[in-house]
């Protein structure tokens, strides 16, 4: 009797000790705020409908996204283009996806990359990163070859691209 009574005991205080965990679990240790008063997590501003009916737009986790540059009009070269992004992390701090970015006279399935959004910022009353960084892998031409492209090992991050934080 006295043993079952002991396992209810523990089995109590194993509860009451998650419960606490719990309770103290659900605030920010760092900023003391709730989970309820965080920021909520910041989008990027994407292009849509190019070339036809160009468009930008805010989007949190975009599966396909032409990333603008910062001050660069609504063309081909003034935007990063990004196809089957798949997002790894999309918190208030940074995100991560890697995806695809297709050239013309490229390879047929495009060229495999690597994204990092960073630098929050509020801007025209969203909050959007700001940055962007891009990693992609090393290409190799062989024109006589059955396989015409061949990838290697992935390069180097480059350098922080500022992009567009507002709809126009």
């Known amino acids: 009797m006295a043993r079952k009574a002991t396992g209810t005991l ?31 997590t910041p989008a990027v501003v994407c292009v849509s409908g190019y070339p036809r009916n160009s468009k930008t737009t805010y989007r949190k986790r975009p599966r396909v996204c032409n990333f603008l540059l910062y001050g660069a009009p609504i063309i081909h070269p003034g935007m990063v283009l990004s196809h089957a992004t798949r997002w790894n992390h999309w918190g208030t701090e940074y995100a991560r996806g890697y995806g695809r ?68």
Not at 21 to 31: F, K, N, P, R
Not at 123 to 152: D, H, I, M, Q
């Open 101 to 168: 970015h297709f050239v013309n006279a490229g390879p047929r399935n495009g060229i495999p990359m690597k994204f990092w959004l960073s630098d929050p910022t509020n801007a025209c009353g969203s909050e959007v990163f700001s940055t962007l960084r891009v990693r992609t892998r090393k290409l190799t031409y062989r024109p006589n070859a059955k396989r015409k492209y061949r990838w290697g090992r992935w390069l180097p991050w480059g350098d922080r691209i500022d992009l567009a934080v507002c709809t126009r």
């Open 10 to 40: 523990a089995l109590a205080a194993i509860l009451a000790a998650f419960a606490g965990l719990l309770v103290v679990g659900s605030s920010d240790a760092i900023t003391g705020h709730s989970a309820a008063t965080r920021g909520a």
